[in-house]
Structures are given as C-alpha cells and as structure tokens.
Nanobody, 124 residues
Framework: QVQLVESGGGLVQAGGSLRLSCAAS????????VGWFRQAPGKEREFVAA????????SYGNSVQGRFTISRDNAKNTVYLQMNSLKPEDTAVYYC?????????????????WGQGTQVTVSS
C-alpha cells in the first residue's frame, strides 16, 4: 500500500504558474504509475497527466497539453506537476493517484490509491 499527500495548491492569477507535489510513503514508490486528476464543482473527475514508474513515459489530457509538465523523483518519493499559463478553467481540486500496473491509464477507476487533494484557484 502507498499513501499520497498533495501540496502546492493555492490562488494564482490567470497566466501564472504553480507547482504541485505529490509525496508518497509506504511501499516502493518506483513500482507505481502516478497520475494527476482534477475535479471542479459539478463536474466529473478529469485526467490531467500521468507518468510511468521510471519516469520515461508521460501522457497529458488535451486541455493541459503544452502547458503542464509531470515529472518524478523516485529518490524523494515525489511526483510534481508544473502548471504554466494557468487559466480560470483550470480551477479545481487536484488529486494525485497511484497504481501498480505497467501501463499508466487515464481513467480514475484504474487507480487504487488517492491523495486528499489540493485546491487550485485561478482568478481572471
């Protein structure tokens, strides 16, 4: 089992940047794919990005492609989400999730472990 804790959320103006962190504890972190998801009020949870166990493969949701970058430091048991050129529509609670499958999926139902979430608010 792995425990996940997100941090780094906050309030930022449109066009600004934030970096989220997802710190893991428990089992060997490098055994897990890690994904970032977000959920705005009244909307379904949306795939943002995912990174493979070793960090060599990444994938992004269409709405964040080219603006967000996912990375990981397995020595620090941490995954990061660098968010640039933020827009008001990026406002949501951001969650990190982990799964032991070899292929990093984009569906929330494919992830077994979740953090508690961190709020990101982008003002116009």
């Amino acid at each position: 089992q792995v425990q996940l804790v997100e941090s780094g959320g906050g309030l930022v103006q449109a066009g600004g940047s934030l970096r989220l962190s997802c710190a893991a504890s428990g089992r060997t972190f490098s055994d897990y794919c890690v994904g970032w998801f977000r959920q705005a009020p009244g909307k379904e949870r949306e795939f943002v990005a995912a990174i493979s166990r070793g960090g060599s493969k990444t994938s992004y949701g269409n709405s964040v492609q080219g603006r967000f970058t996912i990375s990981r430091d397995n020595a620090k048991n941490t995954v990061y989400l660098q968010m640039n050129s933020l827009k008001p529509e990026d406002t949501a609670v951001y969650y990190c999730a982990a799964d032991r499958r070899s292929y990093c999926a984009s569906s929330p139902s494919d992830y077994d472990y979740w953090g508690q979430g961190t709020q990101v608010t982008v003002s116009s």
